[in-house]
């Protein structure tokens, strides 16, 4: 498969509410700097540019963050930045991408990048894109397996055949996707070695996938085959009666799940991050000898383990173990650690009570 | 005693630094609103106001606080604001007022009251001014000593003789001023019910006082009768040469430790609080069903037990407990109740960095 034929999907319609309250509606997770002078998003543009020219990149998002992301990637062409008219989780966009892509390259091979991901070692990171690319020029609907680290529960898995190896570079059967386990069943799988991470990375080609969705999700994919070219006029008006009318599936269990073509890549070590949470963030950062990250000025007695970011302003912990302090203009978080994964739950309470301005 | 002989001393020179980010050089605890629409300050003036007229009281601070508290006090006449030259803890500061206020009213009865107490029952307060007083007009050194609630160490205890009961309205013989216990004995003075906190209020003739000054301090007590009368031009410049050199000391060690006319009120349940930190506000002030007290919104997640003020800023809890947040504009303090004492301890870190516009 010649490489004119890569395309590079970025995700980027999430809202990712546990990064709140730096986090917002119209500035969500992947459009925010964590790490360095790059948002997440640009991060994944950068980590693929080397791979991939700018014209074969496509964004999906939603109308409010168009603009925000034609301003921070101004390379890609804008009317790539595709907006969903709703929101329909991963399978819908995947199927239209794929649709839209396949109208005017029968022949192109897709990537699929989450665009809220860390990931340290770029290299390392490019490196498992040939497997992956070459597997989905052969017909298959190949996913990037993360070594794990830890038990997680947070996420799923791919279960690969006993001998499955990481970092070998080629693509293997995944025999199954595991669901988001409990601790006990997150223990088996690090032990046993050869269940990995469901990093949320595909790769296949435009025909082969909208087959799959022909066979697994058939009404929404006659839904989106009813699209017209990105280029027709029609097109806009005729996303928002379609779209809506799709079902809200994601791309794991519409799709991945059920398919008896589907192969995946076990990654050696590339710095992979899903930055789930401020705790995952504050895991990332250098820390002083208490174990405290600042980004603000810290004045701290007998405390330790803490993530502070309050902008400008100086901040006074005293006696406080393992958490985490947000300070904005117009909301303070403070969470611990431990419970950071439930951030999303006072966003909720905050859309129950419509205070829309601190969303 | 004819009650015009009455005079009331508000000690209002304290830093508060307990009370930081709230509480700065400027505007320290006793001129904060905690509870209401007064300041401590206020407070403590309105409740002797019934029983004493503006004319008769004074205040005793320093040249940083002298504005606002005439500010917060109209009615006192201004030049009995009085601004301490140099910090010299209590007893030289009523050493000077005494002196002052003897050289205009040779038989003024002086009670002197800290400005940064919270008094919920202002109407049993006032009924132990007279037994006070009547002590005070016999002769004594008389004290109010607070009965216990609780094993506290922060404070210093009276003990009273056997039999001593808190409520009868009349002063009694102290046998000995203790200081802060440790826990084991505090519990013991408990226990012992004959003894009560030392409530840091005073009450005695000036001419008496002075005399006992003479006796157990001489060094300042000669330094403070060489002041001019207040009325005298050369009184401000006169009193920045003689303070600095009185000794630092509190009227508890130099005085009344020593002096063998020593009587005490005990006192009932006048609601008294001496508001030693953010804990002790947390204390006195009503909670929602998770036992927080907020005063600003709050959006709270698997969290009990906090402390929140950040004025119109929105405040999300998740997964902490038993934490006070205070936020300012320039300066946030996240601490655990149980620290809350040590909260003076950044403000100490805080100074040592030359952080001034934070104090």
Chains 1, 2 share one sequence.
Not at 4 to 26: D, H, Q
Not at 153 to 160: A, C, I, Q, V
Not at 315 to 344: I, N
């Amino acid at each position: 498969m010649p490489s004119s034929r890569r395309y590079a999907l970025i995700l980027a319609g999430g809202r990712g509410t546990r990064f709140w309250p730096r986090s917002r509606t119209k500035t969500p997770k992947q459009l925010l700097r964590f790490l360095g002078e790059r948002s997440l998003l640009q991060e994944t543009y950068q980590r693929l540019r080397p791979s991939i020219p700018p014209e074969r990149f496509w964004i999906l998002t939603n109308e409010h963050l168009r603009g925000a992301i034609a301003r921070q990637l101004p390379e890609v062409p804008r009317r790539q930045i595709l907006a969903e008219p709703a929101q329909r989780n991963t399978a819908p966009c995947l199927g239209l991408a794929a649709h839209l892509i396949h109208g005017m390259d029968p022949d192109a091979v897709l990537g699929v990048f989450p665009a809220d991901h860390h990931i340290a070692r770029s290299g390392a990171f490019r490196r498992l894109l040939a497997p992956a690319f070459r597997a989905a020029g052969e017909g298959k609907l190949c996913v990037v397996g993360i070594q794990p680290r830890w038990a997680e529960t947070g996420y799923g898995y791919l279960e690969f055949p006993p001998g499955a190896e990481a970092d070998r570079r080629e693509a293997v059967t995944v025999l199954s996707f595991r669901e988001k386990p409990v601790i006990e069943k997150a223990r088996e799988y690090l032990a046993a070695g050869r269940f990995f991470w469901n990093s949320g990375m595909f790769f296949w080609r435009a025909d082969v996938f909208l087959e799959a969705l022909r066979r697994h999700l058939p009404r929404t994919a006659a839904l989106l085959a009813s699209a017209p070219s990105l280029g027709d006029r029609r097109f806009a008006a005729r996303l928002r009666e379609i779209y809506p009318r799709c079902e809200n599936i994601s791309v794991d269990y519409a799709v991945m799940e059920k398919a008896d073509n589907v192969s995946g890549v076990p990654a050696g070590d590339i710095g992979w991050n899903d930055l789930g949470s401020w705790n995952a963030l504050y895991e990332l950062l250098p820390k002083d000898a208490q174990g405290n990250v600042s980004l603000s000025e810290l004045a701290a007695a007998a405390s330790s383990g803490n993530y502070v970011e309050a902008g400008g302003k100086t901040v006074a912990l005293v006696g406080v173990r393992d958490l985490v302090v947000v300070d904005t203009p117009d909301a303070l978080l403070v969470a611990s650690r431990e419970a950071a994964q439930q951030v999303g739950e006072v966003v909720k309470l905050l859309e129950k009570r419509g205070r829309r301005p601190l969303l």
